[in-house]
């Protein structure tokens, strides 16, 4: 019995079918085939599901507000991830339905970083999207870093680590929410139900949170009905 974060972990335990219970970041898994469907998992995954192309739209649209002037985007994600490519490319479509350009920043490996910045460098953003997985949140305080000496804006999918960790600010799943329920499916499996017979369950709270300090420390302004808008607000 395992509970994974993740894409490429949640695929290695259905090939070994085992027993398991995703509980954050493994992308749609309807779409990247790891079940049947939400309703009727139809193998040995169940657990959270992302709300990939909702959240994109309402990510994006965040974006506009915090940055009323945007005109382009860099978005950081694993080329690697099936999970998280498939994630970029429903924030990548919100962004143009928004009028936004897309900068795409897809790497596979943490050498790749250096390349990202250089390329935003030649091609300044006026903010970034970091779309999460292993690789991106290893790296992060790299991205927090040249973000906050460049002064751009960047939002990320989670607060933790992210904005606890000194990035700007985030939009996503309240993950001590996700964590229980999916602690709560880990339970009803030792208790003798199956994994297919779970339905796939969908976040309910989405918090926005603010790390102000982060922004004061590299001198980004937010707008203050912006800052109205966060369920959290570090300072």
């Not at 989670?158 to 964590?179: A, F, I, Q």
């Amino acid at each position: 019995m395992f509970v994974v974060g993740g894409f490429p972990t949640a695929l290695a335990c259905k090939v070994a079918n085992v027993p398991t219970v995703v509980y954050i970041g493994a992308g749609d898994p309807v779409a990247t085939h790891l079940i049947d469907s939400l309703a009727h998992p139809g193998g040995n995954i169940t657990g959270i599901s992302d709300n990939a192309t909702v959240l994109a739209t309402k990510r994006l649209a965040l974006i506009k507000q915090a940055v009323p002037e945007v005109r382009r985007v860099a978005m950081l994600w694993n080329r690697d991830d099936l999970g998280m490519s498939m994630r970029y490319d429903a924030s990548a479509g919100a962004a143009r339905s928004l009028g936004v350009a897309v900068q795409p920043l897809g790497r596979r490996k943490p050498d790749d970083f250096n390349g990202v910045f250089e390329a935003m460098d030649r091609d300044p953003p006026d903010a970034i999207f970091m779309v999460a997985d292993a690789l991106t949140t290893l790296n992060r305080k790299r991205v927090f870093d040249y973000a906050g000496a460049h002064h751009i804006p960047a939002l990320y999918e989670y607060d933790l680590p992210n904005v606890h960790d000194g990035g700007l600010m985030s939009y996503g799943p309240d993950l001590n929410e996700s964590m229980e329920r999916a602690a709560d499916l880990t339970a009803r499996i030792f208790a003798g139900a199956r994994p297919t017979d779970l339905p796939f369950e969908q976040p309910i709270h989405y918090k926005l949170v603010i790390n102000l300090k982060t922004a004061k420390d590299t001198g980004i302004e937010l707008p203050e009905n912006f800052v109205a808008l966060a369920d959290e607000v570090i300072e």
